[in-house]
């Protein structure tokens, strides 16, 4: 397909999905809400649910979910903080006990009135969202992590070193204002994402990761890096997959190097799944728990609850693709599973009515009631 049209189906496309996603969200908003019809519809499905014939309970049970306030890349859904509660009884009723903001702020976006990020220039938020995650998270009983902040200095340049300078004082405000205050803060997550070795990223994560450690008496840190395979392509092209994927063996020999140059002040390692093809999943996850039990650090997946197999970014993942990645990650003895992101791609109230057919399917799999 020439670059003209593929550009026209893509434009078609776009425009047809986001017609097609339009009314069955609103339908469903009605249903939910509205009187004695769709009550009776609901009647009628009680007690029917899928007959899976593959054995339940094989794979990892998603047990942590990134934040994703600023939506840097996917459409923001515009939540209150009602909203916001009842996502997080949507996570607490599937087993999450762990959310992770997946970063403070993006260039000049923040999710929180940061008075050093405001006197750089940075846009005041309508609201704390730092403080209500906290709340929140404290109210239903898990632990949340910190996402350090991204100026962007380091897409724009490769150079993660970048990121080192605003963090200092991000991380010492938000420990004294809000880490020291909340039981809910658990920890810290080093937002910046790598694939291989990267320009400053070694001593990037280390020097963030240490002062993270040195301001909270020693809460754990992680990163959440991806695989540089063949799905590792440009969000904004309409490509789905390259040919200069990575090797088992040339990822294992870049991510040794890098965890034995942080692993004393990183303490989990969580890669994105989303990269490699689904065969492909065995040989990269032994590699990934192979290298963190040889350093300490613990093995996580953050298992992708979003399709990159389509050219249109991006879309709630087809249950199986996301059942394979769980098996396969507890096959290769993984510590623990986290997801990019509930609250998008997988819950019942996402602007995504694929979402939360995506929420049915795990609980059925996972024999949740």
Known sequence: MGDNSRRNFL?????AGAAALAFPVVGNSMNSESGSGSASKHHLAEGVSSKLIVPKENGLRITGTFLDEISHDIPHQNWGEK????????????????????????????????????????YMPSVDLLDMYLRLAQKYGMKFYFGLYDSGKYW?????????????????????????????FGGWYISGEISRKTKGAIGAFH??????????????????????GKKAVEAASGDI???????VQEHEKEWGEIFDGIHDVVD?????????????????????KK??????????????????????????IKFDKLRLKLEAAKRAGYDKGITFEFSHFMSPQSAYIQAGHLYERYKEYFNIR
């Not at 434009?11 to 425009?15: E, F, P």
């Not at 970063?103 to 999710?111: L, W």
């Not at 989990?268 to 990934?288: K, M, P, R, T």
């Open 241 to 247: 997959t390259k040919t200069n994927a990575v090797s």
């Open 291 to 316: 290298l963190a039990d040889k350093y300490g650090m613990k093995c996580w997946t953050n298992a992708e609850t979003f399709d990159r197999d389509m050219p249109i970014r991006f879309f709630p």
């Open 83 to 122: 909203e916001w509660d009842r996502d997080f009884q949507h996570m607490k009723a599937i087993g999450i006990d762990t959310v992770i903001m997946i970063r403070s702020g993006y260039r000049k976006f923040i999710t929180f009135p940061s008075k050093y990020l405001l006197k750089k220039g940075c």
């Open 207 to 228: 020097a963030m990761g240490k002062q993270c450690k040195d301001v909270s008496n020693g809460l754990p840190t992680f990163i959440s890096p991806w695989i540089d």
């Open 156 to 184: 724009d340049t490769g150079d993660l070193s970048w990121e080192i300078e605003d963090n200092k004082y991000v991380i010492d405000e938000v420990w004294q204002n809000y880490g020291s205050k909340y039981k809910s």
């Open 11 to 15: 434009k078609k496309a776009s425009v």
């Open 268 to 288: 989990a390692c969580a890669f994105q799944d989303g990269h490699i093809d689904y065969d492909e999943l065995d040989a990269f996850f032994s590699v990934n």
